[in-house]
């Protein structure tokens, strides 16, 4: 195995941890987490393995959407440091070899942003095409909206100018004008300052809805949206040879495939637009099949992955900073999912998804909670943690909407979790209570326990990080086995081969594999060995290639295929 490959494509293998600053750390103690608390708390990140931060919106915000109302893309907001706190957050990640990215928000902008204020002045502003407007009363489109708690429709009158702005989202959120050259001259502009800065590529959020335009003037593109995405690519890999951009595209994987900029879908170019994706189909059909107890949605979707280019990757995740959305599944099948999961009506979030963390919804059971993540990071591709996920906080339902797993990070068992010395009604959310409250889960209190889930999550990342086959492999092959509940895949690249055994189902079983590549050398030298990379264990196969492996309730195995000449540590 050439090991120096793993270096270039540093994103093939990363594991991703995305926080927001504001419920992350409060360090001058005044409710609300800061850069400064941040970077006090960089080692916990280092400790636990992350290679690449996440950092949510940190630009001047109105706060009306949780930072993605921005105001401002060249600064940071004053309650979260300001630009030096940014730097040394960015400079001292990189001393302990984590990089840093952070949200791109080029929808909207906030309507208190100077661009829209002034559009919204008068028609004749020269930042009235930045925004998307219509004279006449535009139809019905309530079945457009994306959050129809708190909108009926897209489009909005402005009362001075007596037009109408589009807005995607919120109505204090009006759409950017992304075909009109002059927008996305400024969005390249915002990217290259960042980029500047020391920031190693970005979190692209809504790409569809951003690429998805209406023309409004002379010289704007809306006949070839795609390649805005792959202009903004190519200027930021000019910019910063390995910087990223990971896309925020929630589609079936056929449109999903084309924002990776591979037109005809062979997957043999590099990719021009996006350099990663979240994987929201196999995230869905992961709920379906725990609720099921059946591997099937997992098997069958992996093996619907269409191919992508060698340049790019996949980011999987089991739960992100929105609503763990379902809108891929059926009518049926989201009922399944929230029956097991989300059956009371709080819990559940826009009619399509749930609120809640994992371990909420799997009742506190230890067994399952680590299966999950086993899975998560054995699946092909870059795994991408939420904060909190890797001691098993819960969610606050007492918080509005999506901010019910938004709440402050659990560092100790003190008033506030460690998180601020402010009153708690000076916080910036609520901190989670009962049995997911920090009293009982914390950072602090799981670094001293070697069974706790932090030790489970680091051993999962450092594995990972030893086993470039999971991130690399470019076709994962589903092994034949006669359970129901399990998932048996088998990820190779190069020299490397794992193959992962996953138990969704509540009793033991023993897993049958064949595995025709495995046998004894022809002239009876020493048999090919399962060794399992989380528990002391291994397995030698026959001379046809076969073992049989037992699996427990819930239980997870990581098998590494070990030939004589291996020489990797294990």
Avoid at 242 to 257: C, H, T
Avoid at 420 to 430: I, Q, T
Wanted: glycine fraction near 8%; hydrophobic fraction near 35%; charged fraction near 30%.
């Amino acid at each position: 195995m050439r090991i120096r490959d793993t270096g270039d494509l540093w994103w093939k293998n990363a594991v991703v941890y995305c926080l927001d600053v504001e419920t992350y750390m409060d360090w001058n103690d005044d409710g609300v987490g800061d850069l400064p608390g941040l970077v006090q708390r960089i080692d916990h990140l280092a400790d636990l393995g992350v290679t690449c931060l996440w950092l949510m919106p940190f630009y001047p915000t109105a706060d009306r959407d949780d930072g993605y109302d921005i105001i401002d893309f060249f600064g940071v907001d004053p309650r979260l440091g300001d630009a030096g706190d940014l730097v040394e957050l960015i400079r001292t990640a990189r001393d302990r070899g984590i990089r840093v990215i952070a949200d791109l928000v080029v929808n909207h902008t906030s309507d208190r942003h100077p661009w829209f204020r002034s559009a919204r002045s008068s028609v004749d502003s020269p930042f009235r095409d930045f925004y998307v407007w219509s004279a006449t009363k535009p139809p019905d489109t309530s079945d457009q909206v994306v959050f129809p708690d708190q909108e009926t429709g897209i489009w909005t009158l402005d009362e001075k100018t007596g037009e109408y702005y589009r807005h995607r989202f919120y109505r204090h959120q009006p759409d950017l004008n992304t075909a009109n050259p002059r927008v996305r001259d400024a969005i390249a502009k915002v990217v290259g300052y960042w980029a500047e800065v020391g920031l190693s590529g970005f979190r692209v959020d809504a790409v569809p809805f951003f690429l998805a335009d209406a023309a409004k003037g002379e010289g704007d593109d809306i006949e070839r949206p795609h390649d805005f995405l792959k202009s903004l690519r190519a200027f930021l890999t000019r910019r910063t040879g390995d910087a990223i951009l990971m896309g925020e595209v929630n589609l079936p994987y056929e449109e999903q495939r084309q924002f990776f900029g591979d037109d005809d879908g062979d997957g043999l170019a590099d990719g021009d637009e996006l350099t990663l994706q979240f994987d929201f189909v196999l995230m869905q059909q992961l709920y379906l099949a725990l609720a099921r107890r059946d591997a099937g949605p997992v098997a069958t979707t992996l093996q619907s992955r269409p191919p992508i280019p060698r340049d790019a990757q996949w980011a999987t995740f089991v739960r992100n900073h929105d609503e763990l959305t379902l809108d891929k599944l059926s009518d049926d099948e989201r009922a399944e999912v929230f029956e097991a999961f989300g059956p009371d009506p709080d819990m559940q979030l826009y009619g399509r998804g749930l609120r809640r963390r994992l371990p909420t919804m799997l009742d506190g059971d230890p067994r399952r909670v680590r299966m999950v993540y086993s899975l998560l990071f054995s699946l092909p591709g870059t795994p991408v943690l939420f904060y909190g996920e890797e001691i098993g906080m819960g969610e606050n339902l007492a918080a509005e909407g999506r901010m019910a797993v938004r709440t402050p990070m659990q560092w100790t068992s003190e008033r506030n979790g460690g998180f601020s010395r402010a009153r708690a009604s000076r916080l910036s959310g609520p901190v989670v209570e009962g049995g997911y409250g920090p009293e009982h889960v914390n950072v602090a209190d799981q670094r001293r326990d070697p069974g706790s889930l932090l030790t489970f999550v680091q051993t999962l990342v450092r594995r990972y990080r030893e086993s470039p086959e999971l991130g690399w492999a470019t076709d994962v092959e589903i092994l034949d086995q006669p359970h129901a509940a399990v998932l048996a895949h088998r990820s190779t690249w190069q020299d490397g081969s794992t193959v992962a055994l996953h138990n969704l189902g509540d009793e033991a079983v023993e897993v049958p594999l064949d595995l025709p590549d495995c046998v004894a050398d022809d002239d009876g030298g020493p048999a090919v060995r399962l060794v399992d990379l989380l528990h002391a264990q291994e397995w030698t196969c026959d001379e046809r290639g076969r073992a049989t492996v037992p699996l427990d309730a819930y239980g997870y195995r990581w098998l590494r295929v070990v030939r004589e000449d291996s020489r990797r540590l294990l």
